[in-house]
């Protein structure tokens, strides 16, 4: 079965660093739009950036040029780079794949916490 697993969240001080990993399994991830969200107490989940089989990416505006979404095919596995982190990027942040045969796959999320 798919399966997305997240890691490398962490508490960090505003300006920060953080990289992000999602391992995908039970897909041919080559084929597939990875994309990671997230999530802030009390709002909605949103779309931060998606990187497209063939590389292309796009992203959010308020992450543009602070956030990189990359993909290792050989590895199955998207990264999210995060730099110049600030308190307003604190959100669970969520790998996602899909639609595969209408269904679109989550991972469990990892915490980010940007404060001081």
């Known amino acids: 079965q798919v399966q997305l697993v997240e890691s490398g969240g962490g508490l960090v001080q505003p300006g920060g660093s953080l990289r992000l990993s999602c391992a995908a399994s039970?897909?041919?991830?080559?084929?597939?739009?990875m994309s990671w969200y997230r999530q802030a107490l009390g709002k909605q989940r949103e779309l931060v950036a998606r990187i497209f089989s063939g590389g292309r990416t796009n992203y959010a505006d308020s992450v543009e040029g602070r956030f990189t979404i990359s993909r290792d095919n050989a590895n199955n596995t998207v990264y999210l780079q995060m730099n110049s982190l600030k308190p307003e990027d604190t959100a669970v942040y969520y790998c996602?794949?899909?639609?595969?045969?209408?269904?679109?796959?989550w991972g469990q999320g990892t915490q980010v916490t940007v404060s001081s």
């Open positions: 996602n794949v899909g639609p595969i045969a209408t269904v679109i796959y």
């Open positions: 039970g897909i041919i991830f080559r084929n597939y739009v």
